[in-house]
């Protein structure tokens, strides 16, 4: 994109349209969990430990999407090679960095009163926390290489392999813990909260396609502001 | 044919690597003592109970290839940084997968053979009875080097040209080694147990799988990684 | 610890963490605003 396209973009006030996604996404949010916890009845076994699952399974869905989003900039990007492809990508990979730490923190406030321990390694949780790993190598990467063409690039192919990977990780835990016997958790949705998860996990979707958005956003206002500092350095000299 | 081509380049620098590292024989004896010095430290962490120990031989023999092998492989491109022949090198045509075809056979010489010398030191330290099925235990280390070098090379290529190297290189590499190393900790685990539930059969087959899925990966993506 | 302490903990995480994202956002939009405003006088005469 050029200066001044990026300069025009950026000086529009920020569009509406967004914003008032943005509110509306929050008060989904809340909406969809107060509905859940009041309609939905104790389960046989859990208790009321049943209404962990309105957060814990919709942000574990999101940190399962948000490497894909991923996954698909990063592939536009080595295809197109239009910086705003990397930029998306980098800002789903932040949001997902975010959604995988809230995943491993609910699912040991669940673990806690269920099995009795903060950590159990369970596939699902175990992938997570790899999952985690592997995003927070992608930032780490892209806060160490300052080019702005070799970060894009490397990004790319570190933010792919990593996708391609998280099914493969998922699938050796979860190998692994077969072969020693070890129980998993229990999968299983009972019909009556399928409402109340549903509703939950849209709003979570709206959530992280906002946030996603908004990272993005800030992101081009970043490289606007490079730009125009590159310019000036250069208009600056001609004086 | 230009795959035979590329093969010869991919031998040429291979050797050209190896040849190097050969005469600076303190690479890979420096490399060697430091596994065979994890290996040890292993031995404290867990023991003085051989029986823990012994029951642990399968992960403290990978680990510490491990630790010692993300050396060898961001040096496998230190040697052409130092020389600013990296450029040149990109310059061939068709010379990319040709490069990092090069470099992972070079690594893996080198790992490969550092590895056996650890599986060694490993089952001398730690009471190991090398099993009837040994033969099969080869596959699986031979298997499990593909992997790690594989990745290894793939990630030293950009980690080896970037700030804070001797950090990147293990942060990027390790999560994405989880499959691998899981796969290959409990082949050998099983093996060296006498492979009573039969289960190494599976995650050797399983290994190979990876191998296939990882190295197809990085040598499509190894040139979006080279060129800039 | 009655369970309803850990529903009440994963929820309250999850806005700690949701509302603790939204501020981050709103630090880098601000910071790169600054940066954009600061980056622009530079060309004007």
């Known amino acids: 994109m050029t200066t ?6 950026v000086a529009r006030p920020r569009t509406r349209a967004w914003t008032v996604f943005g509110w509306f996404a929050f008060l989904f949010l809340i909406a969809s969990q107060a509905t859940a916890i009041a309609i939905s009845p104790p389960d046989r076994d859990m208790g009321d430990l049943q209404k962990i699952m309105y957060v814990h399974v919709p942000s574990a869905w999101m940190t399962m999407l948000a490497p894909l989003t991923v996954l698909v900039f990063a592939l536009r990007y080595l295809w197109k090679r239009r910086e705003q492809d990397d930029l998306l990508a980098a800002s789903a990979a932040e949001v997902a960095t975010t959604f995988a730490g809230l995943t491993l923190m609910l699912g040991m406030i669940w673990a806690r009163p269920t099995w009795g321990v903060w950590w159990t390694w369970d596939a699902r949780l175990t ?7 592997i995003l927070a190598g992608y930032l780490a990467l892209r806060a160490l290489v300052d080019d702005r063409e070799r970060r894009a690039q490397w990004s790319a192919a570190v933010g792919i392999l990593g996708a391609i990977n998280v099914p493969i990780v998922y699938m050796s835990v979860r190998w692994w813990r077969t072969i020693h016997q070890m129980q998993s958790s229990p999968a299983t949705v009972d019909p009556a909260y399928v409402l109340g998860l549903r509703l939950n996990a849209f709003a979570f979707l709206f959530v992280m396609v906002f946030f996603i958005h908004r990272r993005y956003e800030a992101a081009m206002i970043e490289r606007a502001a490079e730009h125009a500092a590159e ?6 000299s001609s004086t | 044919m230009a795959l035979r081509d590329e093969w010869r380049r991919a031998r040429a620098i291979a050797w050209k690597d190896l040849t190097t590292e050969r005469r600076s024989k303190a690479g890979f004896n420096s490399v060697v003592v430091l596994a065979v010095t994890i290996l040890v430290l292993f031995g404290f962490a867990l023991g003085p109970d051989t029986q823990a120990i012994r029951n642990a031989a399968a992960g403290e023999i990978w680990l510490s290839a491990l630790f010692a092998g993300v050396l060898a492989f961001n040096r496998s491109f230190q040697l052409e940084l130092d020389g600013g022949a990296l450029d040149a090198l990109i310059l061939y045509p068709g010379a990319r997968r040709a490069i990092f075809a090069g470099k992972l056979l070079g690594n893996f010489a080198f790992v490969a053979l550092m ?3 650890v599986i060694a030191v490993g ?4 009471q190991v009875r090398v099993p009837a099925e040994w033969p099969s235990l080869l596959a699986i280390l031979f298997l499990g080097c593909v992997g790690l070098v594989t990745l290894g090379t793939f990630y030293a290529a950009m980690a080896s040209r970037s700030r804070a190297r001797e950090v990147l290189l293990p942060l990027l590499l390790f999560p994405m080694l989880v499959p691998v190393l899981l796969a290959a900790m409990e082949g050998t685990k099983a093996l060296l147990g006498g492979d ?15 191998d296939v899925v990882f190295l197809v990966a990085t040598l499509l993506a190894f040139e979006f990684v080279i060129e800039v | 610890m009655s369970n309803w302490m850990f529903v009440g903990a994963a929820f309250t995480v999850t806005w700690v963490v949701v509302l603790g994202y939204l501020l981050h956002l709103h630090r880098v939009m601000r910071r790169a605003r600054e940066e954009f405003e600061r980056a622009r006088p530079g060309r004007a005469p």
Do not use: E, P
């Open chain 1, 4 to 9: 001044a396209a990026l300069a025009t973009k």
């Open chain 2, 196 to 210: 009573i539930m039969g289960d190494a059969g599976a995650w050797a087959r399983l290994l190979a799988a990876f």
């Open chain 2, 123 to 126: 089952v001398v330290l730690f």
């Open chain 1, 127 to 133: 992938s997570t926390l790899v999952l985690f790993l």
């Open chain 1, 231 to 236: 310019a000036a350095a250069l208009g600056g």
């Open chain 2, 115 to 117: 590895l056996t010398i």
